[in-house]
């Protein structure tokens, strides 16, 4: 098992550029989410996902937008790039509630370091 | 929402003692407090967690205590080894998933 992928690990944009982050995970996890982590602040949740088909914002949502049209894929989109955006981004995954066991436990992607110029 | 605050923003510690790292919470229906490792450019990794209706929780040689009256809890850490040394943050819960934060405490284990 793979666990939770991402892609891609490093990318470096313009100001207004776009592009989107790629989240997958083989462990047939409902849960989904999109953090950011900036030094002194944490990590702190864009967008999550409940199941296929469903998205919901998180703490800091504004200038994002994210789809999950499969289970065990979770994307990130950046429409128009700003400085601020610069971070590190990390995808994470966890079972629903009916599963058991520790299924509050989130298992994250090893991340991907994004520089806006 | 959910504002979980967490001190010491570093804490630096002789190999071989204690590091106690403390967080408070402000939502009263948050049921939930894990702590995360991260070493340096790694994922965050799940090492405890706790329930509300537990006031005190131990894995080998780490230990959270509880205080739902205070709204606070801690991560304890004994026998400090260097392979201890990471960033730990602590997280907070009031529906079964959705996490809030701490900023995070850098520990750093002295040789």
């Known amino acids: 098992n793979a666990g939770v992928t991402q892609t891609p690990k490093f990318r470096v944009l313009k100001t207004g550029q776009s592009m989107t982050l790629l989240c997958a995970q083989d462990?047939?996890?409902?849960?989904m989410y999109w953090y950011r982590q900036d030094p002194g602040m944490g990590l702190r949740l864009i967008h999550y996902?409940?199941?296929?088909?469903?998205?919901a914002k998180g703490e800091v949502p504004d200038g994002y937008n994210v789809s999950r049209l499969k289970k065990q894929n979770f994307l990130l989109g950046l429409e128009s790039a700003a400085p601020s955006q610069t971070s590190v981004y990390f995808c994470a995954s966890s079972y629903s509630n009916q599963a058991g066991g520790s299924y509050n436990e989130q298992f994250f992607g090893p991340g991907t370091r994004l520089t806006v110029l | 929402g959910e504002n979980v605050e967490q001190h010491p923003s570093t804490l630096s510690v002789q190999e071989g003692d204690s590091a106690v790292i403390k967080c408070t919470y402000s939502d009263s229906a948050s049921n939930y407090f894990p702590w995360y490792k991260q070493e340096l450019g790694k994922r965050p990794q799940l090492i405890i967690d706790i329930r509300s209706n537990v006031g005190e929780k131990k894995d080998q040689r780490i230990a959270v205590t509880l205080n739902k009256t205070a709204k606070h809890f801690s991560l304890h850490i004994t026998e400090t080894q260097p392979e201890d040394s990471a960033v730990y943050f602590c997280?907070?819960?009031?529906?079964?998933?959705?996490?809030?934060f701490g900023a995070g405490t850098t520990v750093t284990v002295r040789a």
């Open positions: 996902s409940v199941g296929e088909g469903t998205t």
């Open positions: 462990m047939n996890h409902e849960y």
């Open positions: 997280a907070a819960s009031n529906d079964d998933y959705k996490l809030s």
